[in-house]
Each structure stands twice: as structure tokens, then as C-alpha cells.
């Protein structure tokens, strides 16, 4: 708990005084300069505070401002409190150490105690008194230092050789005797530095460029005053939630201090008394120690008077931290009614110099990314309950009545595979981490299958024997509360169930393949009080503390569109419901009227209620509708299993900053309103399209995700073809069956490199499959409509990507750099490809594979030439040479794919099982007839509208005449089949060609338009959250096909055809659904909003470090028909042990070889089956650019508001820490 701290200076702790710490010149003497230092107990181990291994006393929660434990011994006249120690300190040998130091105080002053360690083989010490090895020679209630010299604990001939027991002592039993950071310390001591010795480097004084920019700081600002050598300091306002801090600049940016000896600023408080803690921050190097600064300046005391503290770097180190890219120094929480004066930032450093100026003036400087500022801004001066844990991962507050408890058993589960294995199972876990960091592939399998081994032989076991099976009991838990009367004495919970949760991919080697939390769902025997401090105490010694407080405690049970409200519309709704497992929906007698709350002033800006109608039961959780065919005879599921009430935010006009209050309840995520909400949101799914460019590599100067460069080698050529959605039965085997595209056997056996291609970069890649398709065309149309539709709307600079600035719309920036490498492609005939693809799926950097273009073909050459020709007509008012290339690439892919010439019959198509390194066997492929109609009517109505020659119109009856129609089998809502015929009906150049074009064909294209968008608008407010899904389909609902924001775009295509206001208000109802207002709470693209995935299938996102993944990604996500499998398999039921032979009875029907850990509730809600696990849930997790991407890019595009630009704080918003993502434990 206690961080180390030399004998005369005693740490600051809550509720006591302290002696005061010597300061000499300006420099912290130390008792001891610390060579070396062994840590025996601070109870921050799971082992450390576990009951069997405490003797006679119990390990007790420290008291605000700190964290973690201490010992509370309970002596008597017979017996003395001890501690066993743990793990690598266990029969340690402490003979060379010269003393051992500790914390102590007594709960009654007076007490005599003596110390002693004990070994099994060494036997038991002297026993010296402690009050004879502190300051002052007394225990008391003071937290003091113990510093026992070793030699008098040997004085009796033990040779401390094997230390197992620390003991403190029998005494009277009317009181505790209090324990912490106990450590074994070999001394010597230097003579102390000259003061003036200490000059240091500056890191920070204002005076510098940027320094005194107000940007660079955190809940402060920079005051100019001209009697400080550097004319600035840094005036800090901190609160109980947020610490003020300063951000480092230019070269000192990232700073390295993991050789620097101390940190020296001026400080002084507008309140005296105060006790700032200092701590620095760096992105990759996370947070340090904090400490207290009144510890560090001369007299001990913060006051109206400028003082210097000196804080050691080690202090900062501590916990592990490096102190080696320094990017922030925060200056503590406090109450909020004073300031912190900071000045003078420098430090002494052994060999640090700053970086010389190497005179690039070209050069971009770094960007500071951040991601706090997102959320103070929304904040405003109503911060969000941040919860206090302790082995506890997450707590879900649902109401006053109910909260959901969230565990992570791994570290459980390991200690206990530990007692079964003898210690083999974490010494395998670790040989399997350095196998992968050597990348040898032999030894990684061995390790793993040994793993496995114990895992198949002893899991059950050691689920068994940890806390898992007693999470359900609610004797498990204790409840408290310092300020409820309620909560006096200690409860139980009336109510719990748990129910296990997949989180995660295998991200620690000794995981199964399913990682997972428990959820505990809390009933409260009372109703929580606004204002009032809870702790649930788990008997394993876990607990979290919070505050329940309407205007704070962000219920998860609110629901609402995590972006914001544009102001005034009809489909502005919030909803409150929730789920509690087996024991139905969530109870809300307590919902009677809401709030808005500007979150800046704590003004409430608009209200509702039951009795208004601004409050209405949205739905008893109902099941979903049987189907036509239904005989009744299977009970059908439920929808949401919620009782789900809307709340009506439809006269919330006035824009801001807000936050939903319902009394006993809680409080919803803060939200803005404002006709421009849905810029940011664009800006953020734009980039993830970005962030997705094929062999482009990311930089830092556009993002914080930075990726090198990969696919640089040539493309080959191969006799692949690129397939399209009706080709399904084109290609043949040798019996003249139809057979699905064997597209690797077909590349690994074809690829020939005597034909490449030398420029490959354009297009963009899916979650970790690195082909490039037709399928991505979707991007392509939805980018050229948007802007079609709008052009105002979009604007150079308006994304922030490499080609900012050059004059040309970045939104036509991305269209040009997608439809790049097909123009890469194209051949001296005119001929453009439609597929990148190699014969397997390698890693992102596995650059021993080789890449290869299919084919080129008439339906992939025309679809290019309607792209390309839609491009150039877009660009030729920005760059009319580019327009021109574009133009002319155009010309030549269509006069290649309307040449019946290049027609493919009876194309024979060589390839070899095993990728093409097996058997050979042969394919073929032939062209319908009229296969090519579609693409070719697209590309001639393109070439029309760019040339404005008519000819190019004369046959799209005929052609139209043989397609299909949009969104019909085997197209679907995720296609870009809509755009082959839309022009038909929508554009005036078009429509006024009636010799060529009909009105009967024009009615036909805009009926079947609006047919799909009118089915879906029907369905939208017939669903208990407002979204387009048939009430009785809970099937064919994987791979993003009940992604809304497709279906928000049907309608909104049909919207373009023929306006109505019922089309817009479902399609943003639609959106809300995407983007948090559904079942779970989340919204479905990462990087906007608060609760979004984060354990996504993105190779990128899952291998670069970072947790938060790359933003702007929208996942397959929201359900699916059934749920993962893999969950029930490997995390509800597990088999219990093997058979005869040895094998393991994983797919024996014999329910009695299982262990049941967890039943799911009979029919499990439809609408809340998505579970996170990147690698065995698929369907649910990937993500490709066409299937889910484009169509959120699409809706916000045509949604947002003109005129919109980026601020600077958006350009720099980088990850997100690990407390802010909130849908990494996500709400079921």
C-alpha cells in the first residue's frame, strides 16, 4: 500500500499528524541512500492478503487518499499477530541485509510489541521491541517507521538464513497493531550533495515556444508574472475527481527520467495545508507512484509561500513505472476551493541532454495526443462517478436497487492451477511467453499443448476450489456504507446471480480459449440514498467502493445515442431497461420523472414524467413473433427481456452539453445537443477508413495508431477471377457441378512472376484479411453519392489525412486513393482487375507470400469505368489533370468491358488442392450472357453524366431489362446494388432523356427503391428500441446483417428518390440504435461514444499495444441467432476428465463428464447475445470496410450538418486509457 519512504520523512495519512521531515540547502536528506532493497509484504498480491497466510489478524483496506492494504493484527497474552510471506520471498535468506524497516502504529497508545522472524529451518529470532526502533520510542495511532538493524535479531545465533513468519508480538488483546511495506534494506550512505550542485535540466517554466499554450494544460491555466525568472507559473484547480497537470512540450515531450535522480518545482496553495500527491504519466510507460509533495518541500507544509520540493525519481518509480517518456506531471486531486501554484519545473539527470536541433525546419513536429480532453469537455463540471477498486474489474450500476459486480477469475484460476501443478502451470505460462518472444513456433506449440495438458486434467478442479462456485451465495458478500444508516450494521444482498461473460481473445498464455468475467448481479436489501458511500466486500478480500449519486453515478441502464441529439428532432429518444439474468427485467418503480441537466451550470434545462407523457412503458419484455410457418409448438425467445421505458427528449431544443438524470436511478453518460453532432462521429468513421489503407503507412504526424508500410513487393498475376455476388454457381469441376470459389487452391497454383506490378498501393484492407475486392466498390459509390448529394458538405482539411490541403475535398482524396490500385491494374487494353489476393491468410508482415491480381474481366473492367468516370467528374473542378487521368482510365475500362471480344467462354482454370501445393485439378468458368448488364448500364450512365453525350444511354432498357433488382437475392442491403440502377430514377440529366431512359423505367427503379426503404421504416417503430428488424427474425443475423445502420441507409437512398420525413426519422432512429442507444448500451464503432468494443478481430488493434483499438471501426457486433458457441462449450460447461484412452471427452453427449459452471436462462434475449472474443466469434467481432463501415460513414455523412470542420483537439485525440473504456466490461 505504502510506497517507501526514508525514516525521517514520514508519508502523509489520512485522519493522523506527522512528525515533520529534515530538509537541509533545499535537499531531502535521506537516513540511507538505498543500494539495495527487497520488498517482503505490502499486501499487493492476492496471496499477501489472503487470510490463511496472515496469523492472528486480517489485511484491512487503507483509508482515502490511499490504496491497497495493510495488516491489522488482533494480539492477546498468548498469541502474536505474523504475516507468512508470499511467493519469491518465501524462506528468503536475509542474513546479508543490514536492517529491516517497516510501518507500524497501535489502535491504543502505549503498547509494548515485540518483533521477531521465524524460519523452518533457521528457528525463531530475538525478539527486540519495536517502540525501541521508532521515532520518539513509542507506538501510537501515528503511522511511524521501524528500522530493526538485522544484527539484533541475531544476536541469539539464528542466521535469519530461511525467513517464513514475520511476528509482531503479544500484548494486551484491547486493541490492533497495524502493519505495512515491510522491507528487508542493505544501507549505505554518501555525503549529501551540494545544493548548488543541483541546478538540473528545466523541463518545464512557461518560457519556452508553446510552453504557455492553454492546451497544454490540465485543469490549470498559465498565469504570466513577471517577478518569477521565467515570467509564467501554472495556476492548478483541482477538484475531488481531477488532478491539475501540465503537459511537456518540443523536445521535452515524452522525456526520458529513468536515470534522473530528482524532480525540483517551486509550489505554493492558495489554501494552506493542502496535500497534492505528484505523479507523472507517459502513453506507453502508463502511470507512476504517487506521492506527496508536502513530504518533499522544506518544513513539510504547503502554503500561501513558494517552496521547493524535491521528489527522488525512485519515489516515482515504485510501482513498477520506468519513468522513461515522461509526457505529463499531475499535481493530485483535492477539494475544490483552493489553487495549486506550480513554477520552475526542472531535474537532475546523470547523462540526459536534450536533443540537438538538427535544423529540418520541414519537419512536423509531434502531435500531443490526448484523450482526456473528449471527456472533460462533456463532463463540464459534473464529472462521472469513478468507483474505487480493488479485485474488482468493473461495477455496473443498474438503479438504487441493483449493480452488477464484475470479476476477472484469472488470477484465481492460475493460483489454484499452481497448488494442482506444483508451481508447473505459471513456469509453462511464462515458457510460452518466451517462446513467442523468441518467434520460435516449435517451442510455442509444446508449451501451449503442455498448458493444455493441465488444463484438460485439473481445470474443473481449480474452478471448483477458487471463489467462482461461491459468487452466486449472497453470504459472499458484504455490504457497507459509512454515511447510510441503513448501512450500519453490515447487510447481505437480498438477491444475487452470476452469469460469465467472454471478454477477451487468449491475451495471456495460461487463458483457455475463452477468456471470461463473472458478473455478479447485486440485489441492495435497501434502496441506495443519493450522496451516499457504498462497499461491497467480496469474502475473497475483493471490493469496490463508490458513491450513488444521481448527478454522478452513470446507470448503465440509461440508454441513449452516446453522440448526441441533433436539436429538436423526432427521433430524439433515450430509454431506461435492463436485464438481470434469471431473475427477468430490471424493477423501475422508482422511474417517475427525468431530468436534462446542462452539465456546465447544474441548471436543468428540460424535464418529463410519467404523468406528462414524456415517460411511456415502451415494452414488457416481450418475445419475438412467430413466424408464419410457427406451429406453436417451441416457445418462442425474448426480444430484450427488459421492461423498457422511453424517455422523450423530442422538445430538447436549446443546444449544450447535458446528462439525463432519473432520481434513484442514476444519471446517463453526458451527451451534446447540437445541430453539428454528428461531424465528429463522421471525422472519426472516415478515418477508420484511413486508418484501413493498404500498403500505406500510418504516421504520427495523422495518428496516434502508427503502422509502418507493408505489401511494397510486386503484384503478380494468377487465373483467379473476381467474384461477385451471382456468380455463386459459375465455376465447375470436372463432373460439371458447381463449386464454391476455391480462390487459394486457384492463386497458390497460378501465380506466375514473370508479369508484376511495381505500383501497389491504393485501396484498403478488412480486419485481418489483406485482399483487396470488388466487394470494397461499396466504399467507393457510398463516398461519390455522398458527395454527389452535398458537395458543400465536404472540404479540404476536413479529415486530417496526408493529402489535407491539396485543394481537393479529402472525402475525394479517400474515393481516389480507394480506386488507385485497380488503375494500378489496368492494361493496355483497358482491362482492370477486381481482386489482390495470395494463397493463404498470413499476418500482416509476413512478407514471404506472394500477392497476385485475378484476371482481368469485362464486369470488373466496367465497374472501375463507372468508379472512375463518377471520380473524374468530381474532381475536375479541383485538379483537371487528375479529373483528365481519371477521365481517360475510364474511357479505356469500358471500352475493354463492353467488347463482347473479351467475353470468358468456357475459361479453364488451373488449380491444386492444399493452396495450390496439392493435387492439381481443373475448373471451369463461362460467362452468361447477360451477366455483364448491370455494370455495363452503371458505367454507361457515368460516362454520360461526365460526357453529357446521350449515346451512352441507348440500351440501359434493355439492359435494366435483364438485371436484378437492388437488395434481392443474391444482393443485399450491404451491396452497392442500389447505385448500379439509382441514377435511373434520381438524376435530372437522366430523367430528361426520356427517348432513352422511360418514364415506365424510371417508376420501376424508384419503386423498387422505395419498397425496400418503406419495409424498413415500418418496422422501426414497431421494435421496443426504435430500429428496422422484423419482430419475429431471430435468425440470419450474423456477419453485420443486423447492423441498422445498412438498413439507415435503404432509407435514406429512398429518401433521395422521393423525400418523407418518416424515411429520415427512422434512419436516425436507426443510427441511435448503432451508437448506444439499444439492449446493451454499446455503441458499435469504436473510437465514438463511451462503452464501444474492445476486444475487436483487427490484427492491428490486437498486435500494436495499445488497448483502445484503431477508431472508426464498426464491428459485424449487435447479436446474433444463437449464442457463442464457445462460451457454452468452454467457460458454462467444461469436461471433467479424460477417458481410458486417454482422450478427452469434449464431445461426449454424456451430461455427467461435465462440470456445469453456468445455465443459461431458458430462450436468452435476441437482442443481447453478442459476446467479445476477436478469434472464435467471428461472426459477431470482424469487421469488413463494405459490410459495416460504409454504411456508418454513409448515414453520418448524410446526417451531418454543412460546414463542419475538425477542432484541434479531435485531430490530437489519441487512445483512450484503460478507465475510460467502458465497454471493455461491457453491460450484458
Known amino acids: 500500500m505504502m510506497h517507501y519512504i526514508s525514516s525521517l520523512v514520514v508519508r502523509l495519512f489520512s485522519g493522523t499528524s506527522y512528525p515533520v521531515g529534515f530538509i537541509l540547502s533545499g535537499i531531502l536528506l535521506t537516513s540511507c541512500m538505498k543500494a539495495d532493497e527487497l520488498l517482503l509484504w505490502n499486501g499487493e498480491i492476492p496471496s499477501e492478503i489472503d487470510a490463511d497466510n496472515l496469523v492472528y489478524g486480517a489485511a484491512a483496506p487503507a483509508e482515502a487518499p490511499e490504496t491497497g492494504w495493510y495488516f491489522a493484527g488482533t494480539p492477546d497474552l498468548w498469541h502474536a499477530p505474523g504475516i507468512q510471506l508470499q511467493d519469491e520471498v518465501w524462506r528468503v535468506d536475509l542474513s546479508d541485509y543490514d536492517e529491516i524497516r517497516f510501518w507500524v502504529r497501535t489502535s491504543v497508545a502505549g503498547y509494548s510489541h515485540g518483533f521477531s522472524v521465524h524460519g523452518w529451518y533457521m528457528g525463531g529470532s530475538v525478539t527486540v521491541p519495536i517502540e525501541n526502533y521508532v521515532e520518539g520510542g513509542v507506538l501510537d495511532t501515528y503511522w511511524r517507521e521501524a528500522v530493526i538493524p538485522i544484527a539484533d535479531l541475531m544476536a541469539n545465533g539464528c542466521s535469519l538464513g530461511s525467513v517464513e513468519y514475520l511476528y509482531f508480538g503479544t500484548s494486551e488483546s484491547d486493541h490492533t497493531i497495524e502493519i505495512d511495506e515491510v522491507w528487508a534494506v542493505t544501507s549505505d550512505a554518501p555525503e549529501p550533495l551540494a545544493s548548488s550542485s543541483l541546478i538540473g535540466e528545466v523541463i518545464w517554466d512557461g518560457s519556452r515556444e508553446d510552453e504557455s499554450d492553454p492546451s497544454n494544460f490540465k485543469y490549470g491555466v498559465p498565469v504570466a508574472d513577471a517577478s518569477l525568472g521565467s515570467g509564467w507559473y501554472f495556476e492548478g484547480s483541482p477538484d475531488p475527481w481531477h488532478s491539475p497537470g501540465i503537459k511537456l512540450r518540443g523536445d521535452y515531450k515524452r522525456m526520458d527520467l529513468s536515470d534522473a535522480e530528482e524532480i525540483r518545482f517551486w509550489i505554493r496553495s492558495s489554501l494552506a495545508g493542502v496535500t497534492p500527491e505528484l505523479s507523472a504519466y507517459g502513453w506507453h510507460m502508463g502511470g507512476s507512484a504517487s506521492v506527496?509533495?508536502?513530504?518533499?518541500?522544506?518544513?513539510?507544509?504547503?502554503?500561501?509561500n513558494w517552496r521547493e520540493a524535491v521528489v527522488p525519481v525512485a519515489e516515482l518509480k515504485s510501482n513498477g513505472c520506468l519513468m522513461d517518456s515522461v509526457e505529463y506531471l499531475y499535481f493530485g486531486k483535492g477539494e475544490a476551493n483552493h489553487t495549486?501554484?506550480?513554477?520552475?519545473?526542472?531535474?537532475?539527470?546523470?547523462?540526459?541532454?536534450?536533443?540537438?536541433?538538427?535544423?529540418?525546419?520541414?519537419?512536423?513536429?509531434?502531435?500531443?495526443?490526448?484523450?482526456?480532453?473528449?471527456?472533460?469537455?462533456?463532463?463540464?463540471?459534473?464529472?462521472?462517478?469513478?468507483?474505487?477498486?480493488?479485485?474488482v474489474e468493473q461495477l455496473l450500476v443498474l438503479s438504487n436497487k441493483w449493480v452488477i459486480v464484475v470479476v476477472d477469475p484469472f488470477d484465481d484460476f492460475v493460483a489454484e492451477m499452481d497448488l494442482l501443478t506444483s508451481g508447473e502451470y505459471s513456469e509453462t505460462m511464462a515458457d510460452v511467453e518466451d517462446a513467442i518472444a523468441r518467434e520460435h513456433q516449435t517451442d510455442i506449440w509444446v508449451h501451449r499443448s503442455k498448458l493444455e495438458k493441465m488444463r484438460w486434467e485439473h481445470l474443473v478442479t481449480a474452478r471448483q476450489n477458487g471463489s467462482e462456485p461461491l459468487m452466486p451465495n449472497t453470504d459472499f458478500y458484504t455490504l457497507s456504507s459509512t454515511n447510510d444508516a441503513s448501512y450500519a450494521v453490515d447487510l447481505e444482498p437480498s438477491r444475487v446471480t452470476t452469469s460469465l461473460i467472454s471478454n477477451d481473445d487468449s491475451v495471456s498464455a495460461g487463458y483457455d480459449a475463452v477468456r471470461y468475467g463473472i458478473y455478479a448481479y447485486i440485489e441492495m436489501p435497501q434502496a441506495m440514498q443519493d450522496g451516499k458511500s457504498y462497499t461491497i466486500t467480496l469474502d475473497d478480500g475483493k471490493y469496490v467502493s463508490f458513491v450513488f449519486d444521481d448527478d454522478a453515478t452513470v446507470a448503465r441502464s440509461i440508454k441513449i445515442n452516446q453522440v448526441g441529439y441533433q436539436e429538436g428532432k423526432s427521433s430524439n429518444y433515450a430509454y431506461v431497461g435492463a436485464y438481470l439474468q434469471e431473475f427477468g427485467p430490471l424493477p423501475l418503480d422508482q422511474l417517475s420523472t427525468f431530468d436534462v441537466v446542462d452539465s456546465g451550470t447544474g441548471a436543468v434545462m428540460y424535464q418529463g414524467s410519467l404523468a406528462d407523457g414524456k415517460i411511456t412503458l415502451r415494452d414488457d419484455a416481450s418475445l419475438m413473433d412467430a413466424s408464419d410457418d410457427d406451429d406453436g409448438s417451441e416457445p418462442r425467445p425474448s426480444m430484450n427481456g427488459e421492461k423498457l421505458y422511453q424517455l422523450d427528449l423530442t422538445g430538447l431544443t436549446t443546444p449544450g452539453n447535458y446528462y439525463i438524470r432519473v432520481p434513484g436511478v442514476g444519471r446517463s453518460w453526458p451527451f451534446r445537443v447540437n445541430d453539428d453532432v454528428y461531424g465528429e462521429a463522421f471525422y472519426t468513421a472516415m478515418r477508420g477508413l484511413y486508418h484501413q489503407r493498404a500498403s500505406f503507412a500510418l504516421e504520427a504526424q495523422y495518428t496516434a495508431w502508427t503502422r509502418p508500410r507493408y505489401h511494397t513487393d510486386p503484384i503478380y498475376e494468377s487465373q483467379m477471377l473476381p467474384y461477385w455476388a451471382d456468380m455463386t454457381k459459375a465455376i465447375l469441376d470436372?463432373?460439371?457441378?458447381?463449386?464454391?470459389?476455391?480462390?487459394?487452391?486457384?492463386?497458390?497454383?497460378?501465380?506466375?512472376?514473370?508479369?508484376?506490378?511495381?505500383?501497389?498501393?491504393?485501396?484498403?484492407?478488412?480486419?485481418?484479411?489483406?485482399?483487396?475486392?470488388?466487394?470494397?466498390?461499396?466504399?467507393?459509390?457510398?463516398?461519390?453519392?455522398?458527395?454527389?448529394?452535398?458537395?458543400?458538405?465536404?472540404?479540404?482539411?476536413?479529415?486530417?489525412?496526408?493529402?489535407?490541403g491539396n485543394g481537393i475535398p479529402d472525402l475525394?482524396?479517400?474515393?481516389?486513393?480507394?480506386?488507385?490500385?485497380?488503375?494500378?491494374?489496368?492494361?493496355?487494353?483497358?482491362?482492370?482487375?477486381?481482386?489482390?489476393?495470395?494463397?493463404?491468410?498470413?499476418?500482416?508482415?509476413?512478407?514471404?507470400?506472394?500477392?497476385?491480381?485475378?484476371?482481368?474481366?469485362?464486369?470488373?473492367?466496367?465497374?472501375?469505368?463507372?468508379a472512375a468516370a463518377e471520380l473524374a467528374r468530381a474532381l475536375e473542378p479541383f485538379d483537371a489533370a487528375l479529373a483528365q487521368t481519371y477521365e481517360l482510365s475510364a474511357l479505356s475500362a469500358y471500352a475493354c468491358g463492353v467488347n463482347p471480344a473479351n467475353t470468358l467462354n468456357n475459361l479453364s482454370i488451373a488449380a491444386a488442392s492444399s493452396r495450390g501445393e496439392g493435387a492439381p485439378y481443373s475448373l471451369t468458368f463461362t460467362e452468361e450472357a447477360n451477366f455483364n448488364d448491370k455494370f455495363e448500364l452503371m458505367a454507361r450512365v457515368q460516362l454520360f453524366l461526365l460526357s453529357e453525350d446521350p449515346n451512352y444511354l441507348d440500351g440501359v432498357e434493355a439492359l435494366y431489362a435483364n438485371s436484378p433488382a437492388p437488395y434481392s437475392w443474391p444482393y443485399t442491403d450491404r451491396d452497392f446494388s442500389p447505385w448500379l440502377y439509382f441514377d435511373l430514377a434520381y438524376n435530372p440529366l437522366v430523367t430528361a432523356q426520356t427517348s432513352y431512359v422511360s418514364p415506365a423505367t424510371q417508376a420501376a427503379v424508384a419503386a423498387d427503391l422505395m419498397s425496400a426503404a418503406n419495409r424498413y421504416a415500418a418496422m422501426n417503430d414497431s421494435m421496443p428500441y426504435r430500429m428496422s428488424w422484423p419482430r419475429r427474425q431471430d435468425y440470419w443475423m450474423s456477419w453485420g446483417a443486423s447492423d441498422m445502420t445498412n438498413r439507415a441507409k435503404v432509407m435514406l437512398i429512398g429518401n433521395q428518390i422521393q423525400p418523407s420525413s418518416t424515411l429520415v426519422q427512422s434512419s436516425e432512429s436507426n443510427l441511435a440504435y448503432m451508437l448506444g442507444a439499444n439492449p446493451m448500451g454499446m455503441s458499435w464503432t469504436t473510437g465514438i461514444g463511451f462503452a464501444y468494443p474492445v476486444s475487436i478481430q483487427h490484427e492491428s488493434s490486437m498486435t500494436d499495444d495499445i488497448l483502445d483499438p484503431y477508431p472508426g471501426i464498426t464491428i459485424y457486433g449487435n447479436t446474433s441467432s444463437h449464442v457463442f458457441p464457445e462460451l457454452r462449450n468452454r467457460v458454462y460447461k467444461y469436461p471433467i476428465a479424460k477417458d481410458s484412452d486417454g482422450e478427452p471427452l469434449f464431445k461426449s453427449e454424456n451430461a455427467a463428464d461435465f462440470a456445469t459452471f453456468y445455465e443459461l436462462p431458458e430462450q436468452y434475449p435476441v437482442f443481447r447475445r453478442w459476446a467479445a472474443h476477436p478469434s472464435l466469434n467471428v461472426t459477431q467481432n470482424e469487421f469488413t470496410i463494405h459490410e459495416t463501415n460504409s454504411s456508418t460513414i454513409f448515414v453520418l455523412g448524410m446526417l451531418m450538418e454543412e460546414g463542419w470542420m475538425p477542432s484541434e483537439s479531435l485531430k490530437q485525440r489519441g487512445p483512450r486509457n484503460e478507465e475510460d473504456l467502458f465497454g471493455y466490461w461491457y453491460l450484458p
Open 812 to 866: 475525394l482524396d479517400e474515393v481516389e486513393y480507394g480506386l488507385r490500385i485497380w488503375k494500378h491494374s489496368q492494361r493496355a487494353d483497358g482491362g482492370v482487375s477486381g481482386i489482390v489476393e495470395t494463397s493463404t491468410h498470413p499476418s500482416i508482415d509476413d512478407d514471404t507470400v506472394l500477392w497476385s491480381f485475378a484476371q482481368r474481366t469485362r464486369w470488373s473492367s466496367l465497374i472501375y469505368a463507372a
Open 340 to 391: 495549486v501554484d506550480i513554477a520552475n519545473v526542472r531535474c537532475l539527470e546523470a547523462d540526459w541532454v536534450p536533443p540537438v536541433d538538427d535544423g529540418d525546419v520541414d519537419s512536423a513536429p509531434p502531435i500531443p495526443y490526448t484523450s482526456e480532453a473528449w471527456l472533460q469537455e462533456l463532463e463540464g463540471n459534473a464529472p462521472i462517478e469513478r468507483p474505487l477498486f480493488s479485485g
Open 292 to 304: 506527496p509533495i508536502a513530504n518533499y518541500v522544506t518544513g513539510g507544509n504547503i502554503d500561501a
Open 734 to 804: 470436372s463432373t460439371q457441378k458447381p463449386v464454391s470459389w476455391p480462390r487459394f487452391d486457384i492463386i497458390g497454383a497460378t501465380t506466375v512472376t514473370s508479369q508484376s506490378t511495381t505500383e501497389v498501393d491504393g485501396g484498403w484492407y478488412d480486419a485481418a484479411d489483406y485482399d483487396r475486392n470488388l466487394y470494397h466498390y461499396v466504399l467507393i459509390f457510398d463516398l461519390l453519392k455522398l458527395y454527389e448529394f452535398a458537395p458543400a458538405k465536404y472540404s479540404d482539411g476536413q479529415l486530417n489525412i496526408p493529402e489535407s
